[in-house]
């Protein structure tokens, strides 16, 4: 039998075999008084058995494993889990999960570089001070700063060789950010960065210096204005004069190898979620070490992952080059929010504006004026945009006014595009679209059959398997129409199972309905999804957006006193 005290009324019950069926007794508690005033319950250590039948009585608090009924022992039918179970929802869930969090511009690798490859970067990274700057011949001026030909004064550390110094005063801080990332991200796209630091001077106030390796002078534009382009080009990438004929068929392989350069330059500032907004031949350098063109001047550019030196209502651009709709994305776009949040929905705004096709369009208007020699003077580009504007910007339109009394230098560009069956016009009109949407990306163009021939230079591993990597993932279904197309007419006759060639051109002449489609409604539910969601994300920061923004990112650029 066992007591315990509940209350002051101490509970007997028969041992736990034989408690259930059995009244409970209740039987006042004696309490002894010890000479410390302390107050000790009878039978204290009895608890724990008396809940334990209690407990058993009532069938609550133990598993039926345990429980002693009689002769039936109660199991649990529930599943025993042994671990994490694996269903078909929980994987869909983790891959669309991952596939978010590594979409472009990239939240996962986002948070990874902000919080840790440019701490741990700015660990080791080498510092510079005025003084161990000496200035040399002064390479160019702009609006914004001067660039000049520098080398380092008693700098044991450094590994010799001659820089460039740019004395930035507006948006040098915005550069030294985007050079930085640039760093980490895709060191190949741009001009290898070395440091830059805000000068405090009390003559000429702040000023931004920022230091490269000096890695050439010759840009893009100056190539193009010589009359030996683009034969001068090949000889700078392939280190000697070639001596074969000249013709279109060679200027098409160098430009070619431009194009490829270009677009995988490109391509690795667009999938770090910055957008260049100033894309043009005079921002393109040669590199004398690499033999490659690579992309300068990040001070218009915009992290559009974070959202650095993006305002929804202001853009920075040279009108010759720029897109047509001004704006990497759309004006009722909200300011960003704090870099955490803004990370989180980048991918979500990246696909709802596409701001990379901005960019897009400028080396589609490089592209045209390599193989347009009349097209390579800035009053000619002038000219040429005017016309394109009057043409609702379809260039197949342009092409059919002008060609019927085009110049030699014009007729020549057509002749280099409408080489191998006319892929070079081909991704030259993919290009250069009135629309945003409807350009296509840098690696959608770096796909493209235009670059099927190796060119002036074989790729390397790494650029090779990103270009079949590319091809893999994607899908244009014009192709795949063409292909079933010559499919059919190769399978035979009517009278073997195949279509005869007024039936193939009854294919070829079907007219889409006019009437709404499921397509179509697919697309209007999407747009008014993407006007919703706009809509929610502009009163979720409307008060972030009155607040003025902050160069919270300015304070890890060093300060020279």
Known sequence: MASVAIGGVVLHSHSHSSFLGNKLKLKPLSLKKQPNSRIVYAHGGEMFRFAHDLFVGVGVGLPCTVMECGDIIYRSTLPKSNGITVTVPGVILA???????????????????????????????????????????????????????????????????????????????????????????????????????????????????????????????????????????????????????????????????????????????HSTGIVHRDIKPQNIIFSEGSRTFKIIDLGAAADLRVGINYIPKEFLLDPRYAAPEQYIMSTQTPSAPSAPVAAALSPVLWQ??????????????????????????????????????????????????????ASPELRKGFELLDLDGGIGWELLASMVRFKARQRISAKTALAHPYFDREGLLALSFIQNLKLQFFRATQQDYSEA??????????????????????????????????????PRNALASALRLQRKILRTLNESIDELRRQKKSLWWSRWIPREE
């Open 352 to 405: 709802l504006n596409l701001p990379d096709r901005f960019d897009i369009y400028s080396v589609g208007l490089i592209f045209l004026q390599m193989a347009f020699p009349g097209l390579r003077s800035d009053s000619s580009l002038i000219q040429f945009n005017r016309q394109l504007k009057r043409c609702d910007y379809d260039l197949v339109s342009w092409r059919q006014t002008v060609e019927p009394r």
């Open 95 to 269: 891959l669309g999960t991952l596939s978010y969090l590594w979409a472009t511009p990239g939240v996962a690798p986002g948070f990874f570089d902000m919080f840790v490859l440019a701490f741990v970067e700015r660990l080791f990274r080498p510092t510079y001070k005025k003084d161990d700057i000496v200035l040399g011949k002064k390479l160019g001026e702009g609006s914004f700063g001067a660039v000049y030909r520098v080398s380092l004064a008693k700098k044991p550390s450094s590994k010799g060789g001659d820089f460039v110094l740019k004395k930035a005063t507006e948006y040098g801080a915005v550069e030294i950010w985007m050079n930085e990332r640039v760093r980490r991200a895709c060191a190949n796209s741009c001009a290898d960065f070395v440091y830059g630091f805000l000068e405090n001077s009390s003559k000429k106030g702040a000023e931004y210096w920022l230091l490269w390796r000096f890695e050439g002078e010759a840009t893009l534009a100056d190539l193009m204005q010589s009359r030996e382009f683009p034969y001068n080009v090949e000889a700078l990438i392939l280190g000697e004069v070639q001596d074969l004929p000249k013709g279109l068929d060679r200027e098409n392989r160098i430009i070619q190898t431009i194009m490829r350069q270009l677009l995988f330059a490109l391509d690795g500032l």
């Open 481 to 518: 129409a063409n292909w079933i197309v010559q499919l059919m007419a190769k399978s035979g006759t009517e009278q073997d199972g195949g279509f005869t060639e007024a039936q193939l051109q009854e294919l070829r002449d079907i007219e889409p309905k006019k009437k709404s489609s499921t």
